[in-house]
Antibody
Framework: EVQMVESGGGLVQPGGSLRLSCAAS????????MSWVRQAPGKGLEWVSV???????NYADSVKGRFTISRDNSKNTLYLQMNSLRAEDTAVYYC????????????????????WGKGTTVTVSS | EIVLTQSPATLSLSPGERATLSCRAS??????LAWYQQKPGQAPRLLIY???NRATGIPARFSGSGSGTDFTLTISSLEPEDFAVYYC?????FGPGTKVDIK
């Protein structure tokens, strides 16, 4: 069965750090695009970051320079290192596998999140 | 950066009615658009990808259409379990969502 389980969320003070983990089973993390998406309380979905199968990464402007996405192929696990946390980073964080393709029309890779974890809650507060 | 707008923000309908949700992109995304359903306390679920292809296990009452900048998600006859929030997505951008609630 294809599934992902997030962990590592919790309460942290502003300016602090957390590392989220997403353990995958039933598929290989390194062969797929993998993404983090978050949802602040009562708000919509916000894409956070993606790591492409080749290893390159991309980030939302709101987290660029503070968050780092990575993966451990030997553990088949995705990570999100979050530094310099702010109150506005408070959210449920979901990891998601992305199915992808390339558009020769638009000259970019597109992706859709086809498998999601249940999420882990991060609360940034003093 | 592409911006996605969704309308209406809320759609109040009764079970058995047809729901039509709209997503508009600020520039052409060809057919590279997805739709997700999210129920309270649950993770989102992929419904439609490439604008019109149903994901695995998605009932036939869900259909997607459109290309370029204008897209539509249609639920042909609402079932009780379809009352939820629906988001469109293109790469690193999600729309703000449409809530379908019971009238």
């Amino acid at each position: 069965e294809v599934q992902m389980v997030e962990s590592g969320g919790g309460l942290v003070q502003p300016g602090g750090s957390l590392r989220l983990s997403c353990a995958a089973s039933g598929f290989t993390v390194s062969s797929n695009y993998m993404s983090w998406v978050r949802q602040a309380p009562g708000k919509g979905l916000e894409w956070v970051s993606v790591i492409y199968s080749g290893g390159s990464t991309n980030y939302a402007d709101s987290v660029k320079g503070r968050f780092t996405i990575s993966r451990d192929n030997s553990k088949n696990t995705l990570y999100l290192q979050m530094n310099s946390l702010r109150a506005e980073d408070t959210a449920v964080y979901y990891c998601a596998r992305a199915t992808s393709g390339y558009s020769y029309e638009l000259y970019y890779y597109y992706y859709y999140m086809d498998v999601w974890g249940k999420g882990t809650t991060v609360t940034v507060s003093s | 950066e592409i911006v996605l707008t969704q309308s209406p923000a809320t759609l109040s309908l009764s079970p058995g009615e047809r729901a039509t949700l709209s997503c508009r992109a600020s520039q052409s995304v060809s057919s590279y658009l997805a739709w997700y359903q999210q129920k309270p306390g649950q993770a989102p679920r992929l419904l439609i990808y490439d604008a019109s292809n149903r994901a695995t296990g998605i009932p036939a009452r869900f259909s997607g259409s459109g290309s370029g900048t204008d897209f539509t998600l249609t639920i042909s006859s609402l079932e009780p379990e379809d009352f939820a929030v629906y988001y469109c997505q293109q790469r690193g951008t999600f729309g703000p969502g449409t809530k379908v609630d019971i009238k």
